[in-house]
């Protein structure tokens, strides 16, 4: 069965600097990765998504994220960060077997200081 | 409807009462899902359906049950409510057909607290 591990429980950063928040799979085979965000009180939104292809990945509120077969790593990065990025962060994996589950990370909460 | 719709927003409840909690979606998306968010766990599946008609077990299904009689709605139901089903939970939907590399749409949520 697949996995997913965010080591980093909560980042800071300030306003205008870059991030990164690490994500970790275990899958067998080449896995279809996600990336979502929740804002505070709301659903989940997708920001990205790898299923196959170029390894760099965009995806909305200038987002990207780059698969690393090499490291089961699926890094979420923004080059400058806003105060709005303020949320909580989900990494994602699905497999390709005919089930439609996702299995999602323990999240990363980030928080933006001017 | 735009999306997917949960009711109710948010819910008090005794120990021991039966609870439904209601998912909707208007996308035709065959697939549904019910997930419990709790700190410092994330998001674990407590049931799915991949069409009208079937459902399945997740990670966490123990004291809940679903049904999917038509393709819009996925009800989820607690027989008999327990403190530790106090949690925010989550209706997804996808489409089906494409293994797991379905994009899922959440609704807004149900903060549901057991007292």
């Known amino acids: 069965a697949q996995s997913v591990t965010q080591p980093d429980i909560h980042i800071t950063v300030s306003e205008g600097a870059s991030l990164e928040l690490r994500c970790n799979y275990s899958?067998?085979?080449?896995?279809?990765l996600f990336w979502y965000v929740q804002s505070p009180g709301q659903g989940l939104q997708l920001l990205l998504k790898y299923f196959s292809g170029d390894t760099l990945v965009q995806g909305i509120k200038g987002f990207e994220a780059e698969f690393k077969r090499s490291q089961s790593s699926f890094n979420l990065r923004k080059p400058s960060v806003h105060w709005s990025d303020a949320a909580e962060y989900f990494c994602?994996?699905?497999?390709?077997?005919?089930?439609?589950?996702?299995?999602f990370g323990t999240g990363t909460r980030l928080t933006i200081i001017p | 409807i735009a999306g997917i719709t949960q009711a109710p927003t948010s819910q008090i409840l005794a120990a021991g009462r039966r609870m439904t909690l209601r998912c909707t979606q208007d996308?035709?998306?065959?697939?549904m899902y019910w997930y419990r968010q709790d700190l410092g766990l994330g998001l674990r599946l407590i049931h799915y359906?991949?069409?009208?008609?079937?459902?399945g077990k997740g990670e966490v299904p123990d004291g809940y049950s679903v049904s999917r009689a038509n393709t819009d709605d996925f009800p989820l139901t607690l027989a008999s409510a327990v403190p530790s089903q106090t949690s925010v939970y989550f209706c997804?939907?996808?489409?089906?057909?494409?293994?797991?590399?379905?994009?899922?749409?959440f609704g807004p949520g149900t903060r549901l607290t057991v007292l």
């Open positions: 994602a994996v699905g497999a390709d077997f005919g089930n439609e589950k996702l299995t």
């Open positions: 899958y067998g085979a080449t896995p279809y």
């Open positions: 996308m035709r998306h065959n697939a």
């Open positions: 997804a939907s996808s489409q089906s057909g494409r293994g797991g590399r379905n994009e899922q749409f």
């Open positions: 359906s991949n069409t009208a008609g079937t459902t």
